[in-house]
Antibody, heavy 120, light 107 residues
Framework: EVQLVESGGGLVQPGGSLRLSCAAS????????MSWVRQAPGKGLEWVAN????????YYVDSVKGRFTISRDNAKNSLYLQMNSLRAEDAAVYYC?????????????WGQGTLVTVSS | EIVMTQSPATLSVSPGERATLSCRAS??????LAWYQHKPGQAPRLLIY???TRATGIPARFSGSGSGTEFTLTISSLQSEDFAVYYC?????????FGGGTKVEIK
């Protein structure tokens, strides 16, 4: 059974940093692109970033470029999101998602999310 | 950026009835369109991809149609477990974008 379990969310002040983690199991993690998708309170879903199987390619939504870094450790079956210079508008539930094997633009499995609150 | 617009925002339906959800893209996305179901506190679930292909394990009462800029998700006979928020998402262009969602609630 595919499982994605996020952790690392919490309360952070504006300008602060946070590192999210996603533990993957039930599939060959190193064979898939992986993504982070977020949902701000009362809002819809927003793709944030994704990373290729070997970490050689990474893409970001414009609003987080230069502030967020996606990474992975295939030996640990883990995905990460380093978030720096956090803003109020970054507050959201952050979901780890697996990209579909043949179509990397869609997501076939998701975690239950971790909540990030940005407030002073 | 391709803007995805879903309508209606909320759909009130009785169990057993048919629900029709719409999604419009600001420019053509061909058939590169997915639908997801999302319940509070749960992981979103892939329902449809390629505009009309059901994902693994998705019941036949869910169907998708459309291409280009206009898409529809139909739930033929709503079950209690189908009350949720539904999102469309285009994967034709970067950045990937989602619609604002349609909440299907019990009438």
């Amino acid at each position: 059974e595919v499982q994605l379990v996020e952790s690392g969310g919490g309360l952070v002040q504006p300008g602060g940093s946070l590192r999210l983690s996603c533990a993957a199991s039930g599939f060959t993690f190193s064979s898939y692109w992986m993504s982070w998708v977020r949902q701000a309170p009362g809002k819809g879903l927003e793709w944030v970033a994704n990373i290729k199987q070997d970490g050689s390619e990474k893409y970001y939504v414009d609003s987080v470029k230069g502030r967020f870094t996606i990474s992975r450790d295939n030996a640990k079956n883990s995905l990460y999101l380093q978030m720096n210079s956090l803003r109020a508008e970054d507050a959201a539930v952050y979901y780890c998602a697996r990209n579909y094997v043949t179509t990397i633009g869609m997501f076939d499995y998701w975690g239950q999310g971790t909540l990030v609150t940005v407030s002073s | 950026e391709i803007v995805m617009t879903q309508s209606p925002a909320t759909l009130s339906v009785s169990p057993g009835e048919r629900a029709t959800l719409s999604c419009r893209a600001s420019q053509s996305v061909s058939s590169n369109l997915a639908w997801y179901q999302h319940k509070p506190g749960q992981a979103p679930r892939l329902l449809i991809y390629g505009a009309s292909t059901r994902a693994t394990g998705i019941p036949a009462r869910f169907s998708g149609s459309g291409s280009g800029t206009e898409f529809t998700l139909t739930i033929s006979s709503l079950q209690s477990e189908d009350f949720a928020v539904y999102y469309c998402q285009q994967y034709n262009n970067w950045p990937l974008t989602f619609g604002g969602g349609t909440k299907v609630e019990i009438k």
